[in-house]
């Protein structure tokens, strides 16, 4: 018997994304926008968590913030025997935001590895003729890959957000589980925690799952255009006026680090930057560091916060050696002093007037997480973008939501092995060849 998953959630019918039915626009308030936008402190989440750690198999949340010398707070959380990541890492400008965003990373770590939805074995084209289906062919792909739309493969069900339809995704795109050995029906697309997203509410999780794509489609497209080595879009740091981010900068600027930020926004409209930090001096061993972040939200301040945040993050992963996926030649490449050198002149030798101001960049501030979500629909929507699927992956803690996102045409993780590049990335590349002229 052919099994599916729940129907839409009640009343979560986004089409047309101009605005939500009245009954939804006052269900989820934000009511901590400090740093963060949550429907809750993440003191609050923080106590929501704790009694059920071992649940999700996680043994220890180390704070790592002092093994280097910026001071952003830095956690390390400890999965062992996960089937994917065993270490998550989570920042934030204080300790319990930094606890409370490590441990929900692995939290959807956790969910994606043990997903229990109902899957079905079937055709694209069989599926296609009794359902709705995902569009396949706009799915990050791998080099190689043996998608053949009459050839089964493991599907599962999620929510079409614009329409509320119960809509089939391949399995592939969902889950974490990298055990080996994988399902037999599996490589045909990309496979990773792109999109994969928690929070307090559904609409929270499904805000932020989407913030993650676009973030990770805006990386992919810049890197067309040359990324940090290009001088573009650079945002001078100095016309930045919001009080956490600068609070961030300071303390990256006191810890002699070389700061670069670049405003990566795309046609979408929406607010992406991305950091690179990189050592002016050795530290006590010698030792010369090059980290980078990115962010994406929808008001700036937010977007700017999370890119200087993970850049230290990232930065206290390579003093850390805490990151469990990665080869040796990860860790030394990070403190390669050629490479952090050419990093910092990067960073040093971009600065021009003709830099963008903070204030130019795109801000949507809302005080509920529907109109974030419908605010993220319109814009996906407008540059053709109209079917985002959202899974749901269910919530194993009372109050805590997590699911995975799925958009066809985002371009997903450019610097993934066998990444085949999407129709995004290509028409970016043919307008960067024509140049400003064409």
Not at 139 to 151: E, N, Q, T
Not at 186 to 209: C, P, Y
Not at 243 to 252: E, G, N, S, V, Y
Request: proline letters at 6%; hydrophobic letters at 35%.
């Amino acid at each position: 018997m052919i099994r599916t998953s729940a129907d839409a959630r009640p009343g979560m019918n986004f089409e047309g994304s101009d605005v939500l039915p009245s009954k939804h626009s006052d269900t989820t308030p934000k009511e901590h926008v400090h740093g963060t936008h949550r429907l809750v402190s993440p003191a609050v989440t923080l106590q929501r968590l704790k009694p059920h750690l071992k649940t999700f198999g996680i043994t220890r949340v180390a704070n790592v913030t002092g093994l280097d010398t910026i001071g952003l707070p830095v956690v390390a959380v400890y999965r062992p025997n996960a089937r994917s990541l065993s270490v998550s890492q989570g920042k934030g400008l204080n300790l319990d935001s930094a606890r409370v965003s490590g441990i929900m990373e692995a939290i959807e770590g956790y969910h994606a590895e043990h997903v229990t939805l109902p899957l079905r074995h079937a055709h694209f084209a069989e599926l296609s003729e009794d359902g709705s289906v995902i569009d396949v062919a706009g799915l990050p792909r791998m080099v190689g890959g043996i998608f053949d739309p009459f050839r089964p493969i493991l599907w599962c069900q999620g929510t079409e957000l614009n329409s509320g339809r119960s809509t089939w995704v391949p399995f592939e795109t969902v889950h974490t589980n990298f055990s080996y050995p994988l399902p037999p029906t599996s490589g045909n697309f990309q496979m990773s925690s792109n999109g994969l997203a928690s929070g307090n509410h559904w609409l929270e999780a499904v805000s932020h799952g989407i913030c993650e794509l676009i973030e990770r489609d805006a990386l992919t497209l810049w890197a067309e255009t040359g990324g940090p080595e290009s001088s573009e879009c650079r945002l001078d740091l100095a016309t930045v006026d919001d009080p956490d981010c600068r609070f961030a900068i300071d303390l990256l600027s006191a810890a002699n680090q070389a700061i670069g930020v670049w405003d990566i926004s795309t046609d979408i409209g929406l607010p992406v930057f991305s950091c690179t930090i990189a050592d002016r001096d050795p530290n006590h061993l010698g030792q010369f560091y090059c980290s980078h972040g990115s962010g994406c939200h929808l008001t700036r301040d937010v977007a700017l916060l999370r890119a200087l945040t993970e850049a230290a993050q990232t930065r206290l992963t390579f003093i850390a050696g805490a990151r469990d996926d990665a080869h040796r030649d990860f860790f030394e490449a990070a403190r390669n002093p050629d490479r952090v050198g050419k990093h910092r002149d990067q960073i040093e030798s971009g600065v021009s007037k003709s830099m963008r101001t903070f204030s130019s960049a795109p801000s949507f501030a809302h005080s509920t997480f529907e109109e974030d979500v419908s605010c993220l629909l319109q814009k996906l929507g407008r540059v053709g973008l109209s079917q985002v699927v959202a899974v749901d992956l269910g919530g194993r803690v009372p109050g805590i939501e997590v699911v995975r996102v799925i958009v066809p045409g985002l371009e997903g993780l450019h610097d993934a092995p066998g990444y085949c590049v999407g129709k995004r990335s290509l028409a970016r590349r043919a307008a960067y060849r024509r140049g400003p002229q064409s």
